[in-house]
């Protein structure tokens, strides 16, 4: 099928207030578009294709790499939001297309180590602006990734990158680049995407919380959602644990994609918005869960808050990280000929603060700790 032929079948099947490929602003430096994929297709196999999206397998969501093989790792949270995006999208008529490259591209701003990463950069970097993943995933698509002989980074659409930015609903964003539109909200399929990372992360949280002992069944117990699961599997696993756990943790994110779409559906056919822009002018966030299931969402965040994330083994892993990168950080200062050649060459047009916080940021968590071994400890 030609790209022409995709395009129609988009204005004709989707929403009119889906964001539409031929509709598209265009990308910064203008390219002729392609035959057969339409350009949210291209920008999301552009992503697929980066250095920083490969790292991702490599980098800490919640639980650091060598803990196990089968935690989640960015890469697999990642692909969990792409495919609750997906389905989302799909549901409520919008461009799946888009929503599913802003879901691949929406971590490729994190640093090592999760959080703690994020913290010790966000310290260096406190008289510069500070350190925001979102912020760093622009620069990522728009700078670091080189990848063509004509221009820096992916080159991607106008619509992908506003919604890396807008990713948080939140759009009170620091020293945007200038070619973006900071007076807008978010597009629907931004919203989306912010809406399944939070449904992915949850219920993944749950279930390697599960896995690793850090929490246990019983504490569950306490909440309105984990209890409706349980009522619902009856004694249909048995006592096979793994079983129970697979289908609690499938149960909830069902529980929690069908409310968002059934909600979500119900205030758009009510606000009834005329086109994609009618959105973004007037700062519409139509993506939410109902009254009862966002008060629900709320008590699962808070359960993991205080149980999971501030459980002492992970605040001690989190802390050695932050200690690790920011000793590193301190090293590469004081020897910027420790910077490999293609890093040094960008000390010629920006501050050496500035090239080490985005080479450290890019940085799998393995790679930064052998960096700290090699450099810090002769
Ligand atoms: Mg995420």
Redesign the pocket.
Known sequence: MLREQLEKIEFESLAPYAAKSADSRGRKYPEARHPFRTEFQRDRDRIVHSTAFRRLQYKT?VFVNHEGDHYRT?LT??IE?AIVSRSIARALRLNEDLTEALALA??LG?TPFGHAGEEALNEILRDHGGFEHNRQCLRVVDLIERRYPDFPGLNLTYELREGILKHHSDSDFPDPPSDLRTDYGPSLESQIVNMA?EI??NCHDVDDGLSSGIIDEKQLEKLAVWEQGVARLGGKAGDNQGVRRHSLIRFLIDYLVTDLVNNSCDIITAERPADADDIRKNHKLLIMFSGIIAEENRELKKFLNNNLYRNARLLGMAENAKKMLINLFNSYLENPGNLPPHISLRLQDNATILVVADYIAGMTDRFAAAEYEKLTKK
Do not use: E, M
Request: proline share 0%; no cysteine; aromatic share 10%.
């Open positions: 969501q960015r949270h990642t939001v929406h971590d994190h990372d992915a992360y």
